[in-house]
């Protein structure tokens, strides 16, 4: 079936720090995969998706790339700031509506 | 940007009681879905909605679940008799058009407490 498997939290850093957070998935096929964030009192938002292999999803500074030979879709973020204090979630769907979600990854950005 | 309303956004009630969460998808959407999150674990899927009948739904959605579009706007998931793992964080969602690539916009969910 299919699963992601996203980086245990919580992470803290300071303003202007590099952030990654490591996304694996399983999966049957090609599917879509997705970085979700959830900032504190909202609901889950889209943060970037991918559709195949190599693409590259961006927004907001944050990147992540489809990498099919490693199973992986990595979230970057050159220099993060406060506001970038969230839950993020990776996620894939062989749909783009029924999505298999990591467990989230909480990130603390410190002035 | 337009957004997903869910109400209440804290429920408590009694094992065996029946609740209904509500939700106001996006006005021109078509798609509806349900998801939950058990505290520390994944947001789980649970049902899809689509011209009035569930188009799809997870192991977890059982007969005690049941889903219906009312009266045209409010998107509603009722528990028949809750248990207490049921207590959970329910997000409902909507879409215009998820196969044509439009994203899910997401409620800020119920927080579901069975005591």
């Known amino acids: 079936g299919n699963s992601v498997t996203q980086m245990e939290g919580p992470v803290t850093l300071s303003e202007e720090a590099f952030l990654t957070i490591n996304c694996t998935y399983t999966a049957t096929g090609y599917p879509s995969l997705f970085w979700y964030v959830q900032y504190p009192g909202e609901g889950l938002q889209l943060l970037l998706k991918a559709t195949k292999a190599d693409d590259k999803g961006s927004n907001k500074g944050f990147e992540a790339t489809y990498r099919k030979e490693t199973t992986s879709f990595h979230l970057e973020k050159g220099s993060v700031q406060v506001s970038d204090s969230a839950v993020y979630f990776c996620?894939?769907?062989?749909?783009?509506?029924?999505?298999?979600f990591g467990a989230g990854t909480t990130v603390t950005v410190r002035a | 940007e337009p957004e997903v309303t869910q109400t209440p956004s804290h429920q408590v009630t009694q094992m065996g009681q029946e609740v209904i969460l509500r939700c106001v998808p996006i006005s021109n959407h078509l798609y509806f879905y349900w998801y939950r999150q058990i505290l520390g674990q994944k947001v789980e899927f649970l049902v899809s909605f689509y011209n009035n009948e569930i188009s799809e739904k997870s192991e977890i959605f059982d007969d005690q679940f049941s889903v219906e579009r009312p009266d045209g706007s409010n998107f509603t998931l009722k528990i028949r008799s809750t248990k207490l793992e049921d207590s959970a964080m329910y997000f409902c969602?909507?879409?215009?058009?998820?196969?044509?690539?439009?994203?899910?916009?997401f409620g800020s969910g119920t927080q579901l407490s069975v005591l």
């Open positions: 969602a909507s879409s215009g058009n998820p196969q044509g690539g439009e994203k899910l916009f």
């Open positions: 996620a894939l769907s062989p749909n783009d509506y029924k999505l298999s």
